[in-house]
């Protein structure tokens, strides 16, 4: 018996190793409606479940569970690509965080919410009529370049520990975060169809596009609030090129797409890797 005990569990113990033992950088498709956090926690699971684990829990630290984290917050409401940090590739997603992204971004003309997207309540509705698409694209070049932002209260910003989003949701008073300097690379106008338009946004770290749609929609003398927002690159992981969909959180998947990061190359190759589009 002890004998089939230890052989039924070699498989296991091998696949788990296997798994502890990934180092580098992989991305990810996050789609609408789960936070950052919750798709980690499901990558994570989907993994060990993988790996044999049996009624894994990902939120828990044991010997069995992964050292992974992401690079860059996506919102809740937002989609596309978040980069994911395995074993040695998490020292490496500070990179991430600074580095170039690109966004494609649906605003609607008009409304404003609390949450400047559409999770939140209307808090302000003003004309819009008298906006024509030239007039949004003479705006956004004063939104191009080195720039001053505030970030939005409903954010993953902190203060004393605890993040302003859910701070402003328990009912506390939150006052907000000074503004703070910003790059944007490159901001067109994509589409105008009053009362939505498309934008399409190359940035760097920090950077809110929130922020962006309802400060454009002020300079408009009206109103505007992210309606849509999509991902579509992070550093060198694009969307169409290298995110995993959930149908492919397998360990070959992410062997297969893995940016290996080894403890000796972390400094130089896998850093030179992950700043080539900054």
């Known amino acids: 018996m002890a004998g089939n005990i230890s052989n039924s569990a070699a498989p296991i113990s091998s696949s788990l190793s296997k798994l502890q033992s990934l180092n580098g950088l992989f991305a990810i498709y996050k789609k609408q409606g789960p936070t950052s ?30 050292k992974m984290g992401h690079g860059g917050t996506l919102d809740s409401a937002a989609s596309g690509v978040l980069v994911v940090g395995v074993g040695n590739g998490t020292k490496m997603l500070t990179t991430m965080l600074t580095g170039s992204k690109k966004y494609v971004a649906v605003g609607e003309l008009g409304k404003a919410t609390d949450t400047l997207d559409a999770t939140g309540s209307v808090i302000l509705e003003k004309d819009f009529k008298h906006i024509t698409r030239l007039d949004i694209e003479e705006k956004l070049k004063s939104f191009t370049g080195d720039i001053m932002q505030v970030p939005p209260l409903y954010s993953a910003l902190k203060k004393d520990g605890q993040r302003l989003s859910v ?6 008073s939150v006052e907000a975060k000074p503004a703070r300097p910003v790059t944007v ?5 994509q589409e105008f169809k009053p009362p939505l338009f498309t934008l399409d946004i190359e940035c760097g770290g920090g950077f809110y596009v929130r922020s962006l749609v309802d400060d454009l929609g002020k300079a408009l003398s009206s109103c505007a ?3 849509d927002l999509i991902r579509t690159k992070q550093g060198q992981f694009t969307l169409e090129e290298h995110t995993l969909h959930e149908e492919q959180w397998t360990l070959g998947d992410i ?18 890797a992950a700043e080539a589009d900054s």
């Open 37 to 66: 956090a919750d798709v980690l926690n499901a990558l994570k699971e989907a993994l060990l479940r993988e790996a044999g684990v049996e009624n894994p829990n990902p939120r828990k630290r044991r010997k069995q569970s992964l």
């Open 225 to 227: 609030h992210v309606k």
């Open 167 to 172: 701070l402003l949701k328990q009912g506390h």
């Open 185 to 189: 690379y490159n901001l067109t106008l």
């Open 255 to 272: 062997l297969r797409s893995l940016q290996n990061c080894s403890e000796s190359e972390q400094r130089v190759d896998c850093t030179t």
